[in-house]
Nanobody, 121 residues
């Protein structure tokens, strides 16, 4: 099992930037693909971006391509999400998790507390 702690969220105006961090404990992190998910009020949790265990391969959902960048530092057991050109529709609680499979299914049933991102218009 791995513990995941998200941070870096906040309130920002449209067009602004934020950098989220996901700190992971446990050896699983370094051997696992990881991903960011987000959940807006009243909606399901959706995949935002994913990164392979080595960092060589990444995936982005269409709505964030060209604006968000996912990265990881395995030496620090930390994953990041750089979010630029933020839009009000990016407002959500952001979560991280290890993932598996070609569809990036969440590996752990237990989620962290998430970090709130609010983008004002």
């Amino acid at each position: 099992q791995v513990q995941l702690v998200e941070s870096g969220g906040g309130l920002v105006q449209a067009g602004g930037s934020l950098r989220l961090s996901c700190a992971a404990s446990g050896r699983t992190f370094r051997n696992s693909a990881m991903a960011w998910f987000r959940q807006a009020p009243g909606k399901e949790r959706d995949l935002v971006a994913a990164i392979s265990w080595s960092g060589a391969n990444t995936y982005y959902t269409d709505s964030v391509k060209g604006r968000f960048t996912i990265s990881r530092d395995n030496a620090k057991n930390t994953m990041y999400l750089q979010m630029n050109s933020l839009k009000p529709e990016d407002t959500a609680v952001y979560y991280c998790n290890a993932v598996y499979g070609s569809s990036y299914y969440p590996l752990f049933d237990s989620w962290g507390q998430g970090t709130q991102v609010t983008v004002s218009s």
